[in-house]
């Protein structure tokens, strides 16, 4: 079993421990999205563990919410903040640049081979995605010949694109958007996902399957009526609502070219599965197409700092350049100076310690020993994944593939029992709030530079907390 190195680890002070015992304390001020849950107090961290206030170290199997991609503690990211920090904390992007936005957006669009030739940083992956609907709207004001009729949207049910109003109602999560829906634009509306575990017919081949979501899209478009969509948005990868699940060979270009028939902007949706979960920096390398808007956060700024962009096809920059020369959207903390030092040093790290190959290997790994672990459990229905990103879905029949009601809330009574001291594993919760679309899950998504003995640690903790709650 795994003994922490306590030279490092940073071991609670007695105030710390003190806030940690008394958890009505620990809620008087914050607000937490569950307002009767009293969340573990962390206080410290090291390589893939995470420490509370009372000393117990846990796992972080997904590095929150596939986040921390290096780990708690790098120090090397530490030096490069405290850097950033003494040059210039801030300074408004309305009036000016800083050399650790430029350098970081000049590493990304080389790290595109160029196909993308702009960023545009901002704090959270709600604001790129919003950031990204918007520009395509703006895009088709400025063509040559201006189609100012594209205003709808076409996205995927079972989907998440973050919880502000715009990106919500881009996304298709049921129990997040219900009691906000009298605010969510009716010029969004949302096909099915490719998700063989549930959506593909029996006699149908992976080919037929892919042809039939093609055809779908190509239905919606002659719905809503083809010259008025503006973009297509879709995770390339989907993380939080549906659970990892990989794009079946061919799917996503057949939905670009459906797109591209139509003249409306394909837009990836890389927040979760991007800047190298996947096993390759974009996750769209793996699938033969490049989008016209790109949207990236979680392994960008690994935690380090709160920061996301919007990756921008060279075509729309050159349109937006040659119309009004502008984008029309700014945030105050675009570009921060600091966020931009903290994820040029994290993607430099990714480069140096080579550790896209790492997330490709133990991925590997990680799939291997799920499936010989859990394959015959009789409430893991489905075990689906790429890279360091997996996903386990629960059943209460196999045969049938039933779901457990919603009032279970299964996958937060799997997360809590990790965090239990016997466990000490941190588990994302997942499910598709209650549309009837997928069931519960559960995500693992450990850090870039995890080891083979991390992933037996894991895999053996969370087979313990599925048999503590599901049974054997
Ligand atoms: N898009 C996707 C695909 C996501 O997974 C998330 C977050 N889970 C978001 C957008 C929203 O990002 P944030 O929480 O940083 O606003």
Redesign the pocket.
Known sequence: DYTPDTETVHVPTSSEKQLGSSPAELSSGVLYHQLRREPLNIVGGKGSYLVTSTGLEILDATCG?AVSCLGHSDERVHEAIMDQLKKIPYCYSLYFTNSAAEDLSRLLVDSTGGKMSRAFIVS????A?EAAVKMSIQYFTELAVPQPQRVKIISRQSS????TLG?LAVGHHASRRRIYESLLSKNISHVPQCYPYRGMKPQETTEEYVARLAQELEDEFQRVGPNTVAAFVA?TMP??TLGCVPPLPGYLKALKAVCERHGALFIL?E??SGMGRTGTLHAWEQEDVVPDLQ?I?KGLGAGYAPI?GLLINKHVVDTLSKGTGAFVHSQTYQGHPVACAAAYRVQQIIQDDNLLPNVREMGAYLGELLHEHLDNHPHVGDIRGRGLFWAMEFVQDKQTKASYPPSKALSWTLHTTGLKPKHAISLMPGSGGADGVNGDHIILAPPYNTTRDEIRLMVDRTVRVIQEVLGD
Do not use: L
């Not at 959270?124 to 604001?127: A, D, M, N, R, V």
């Not at 998440?160 to 919880?163: A, I, K, L, V």
């Open positions: 919410a959270s992956g709600t604001e995605v998440y694109h973050g919880n990106s995770e993380g939080a949706d927040v979760m949207t956060a996301a």
